[in-house]
């Protein structure tokens, strides 16, 4: 089973870092109190997509990451989802502003400023969802095959364009702002349970932000077990990661998904 689930994290955040998490606690706090934004966003956003794990453990090319995995294949995406989506992205910049201050953001929000910046072009220019512009495509390329080229548009509608794709991110980050402000509390359980135990399932999340207490070592425990393990030449040197695994699935089964 964890051989399984490791599998499907790979896939939905990419390889974690072999040594765990960085050596340095200031940026490891900092990716903590971005991914607990991330996660709080997504449990009290409307329509968005179920949280299944966070980590502040390297994966791929980021430093920390939170993983939404949909309850069924999705053939299409409706424009409260990606409102949802949008919302989400900003919850790391966020979480980062209000706790350290806006002169002490950081580069970690880049990869989801982009992402936004695709999707809500994609929105107000593609797919006719911004009532200003109108229902029409504005991306055709300036081709021969183009119906109306992009060129042709006017200086006005280009303008009105580009304002309501910054307002739809300021919208969207606002709403992140003030879920993220309503909920101090549990942002900041959920950034020091991330720093203790570096990896948090989406029950145990549930569990976190309603006070409660995780039944499992933590990870500073486990490889502090695992160090000592290696030095008695044990070949076996995380049974603690077992433990860690059975505990999961013993406590989830009381767990309720927050709306």
Same mark, same amino acid.
Do not use: W
């Given at each position: 089973?964890? $051989? ?21 606690? *200031? ?16 449990? $009290? ?17 980021? &430093? ?21 989506? &949008? ?14 201050? *806006? ?31 109108? &229902? ?12 109306? /080229?992009?060129?042709? =548009? ?18 969207? $980050? @606002?709403?992140?702002? *003030? ?9 900041? &359980?959920?950034?020091?349970?991330? =720093?203790? $135990? ?16 995780? /039944? ?30 059975? *505990? ?10 927050? @709306?």
């Amino acid at each position: 089973m964890h $051989y399984l689930d490791e599998a499907k994290d790979r896939v939905l955040m990419g390889p974690a870092r072999t040594g765990g998490r960085i050596p340095d606690e *200031e940026a490891n706090r900092n990716t903590a109190y971005h991914e607990a934004g991330h996660t709080l966003v997504s449990i $009290y956003t409307k329509d968005a997509t179920p949280l299944h794990k966070v980590t502040i453990i390297p994966r791929g090319t980021s &430093l920390g990451h939170t993983a939404m995995l949909p309850e069924k294949d999705s053939y299409q995406l409706t424009k409260s989802q990606m409102m949802a989506q &949008l919302d989400v992205m900003m919850g790391g910049r966020v979480a980062e502003e209000l706790v350290f201050g *806006e002169d002490k953001v950081t580069t970690g929000a880049a990869d989801d400023l982009r992402k936004a910046s695709i999707l809500a072009t994609q929105m107000v220019k593609a797919f006719g969802m911004n009532d200003k512009v109108g &229902l029409r495509d504005y991306t055709a390329e300036d081709n021969d095959s183009a119906l109306v /080229k992009v060129c042709e =548009l006017s200086p006005q509608t280009l303008d009105a364009i580009d304002k309501e794709i910054n307002r739809v991110l300021q919208e969207s $980050y @606002n709403r992140a702002k *003030e879920i993220l402000s309503k909920h101090k509390q549990e942002h900041k &359980l959920l950034a020091e349970a991330l =720093l203790e $135990y570096e990896t948090l399932s989406a029950d145990e999340v549930h569990r976190v932000c309603s006070g409660g207490k995780l /039944k499992r070592p933590t990870a500073a425990f486990i490889r502090s077990y695992n160090e000592q393990s290696r030095a008695g030449g044990h070949k076996q040197p995380q049974p603690m990661v077992h433990v860690h695994l059975l *505990e999961e699935q013993n406590t989830g089964a009381d767990m309720q998904r927050g @709306n």
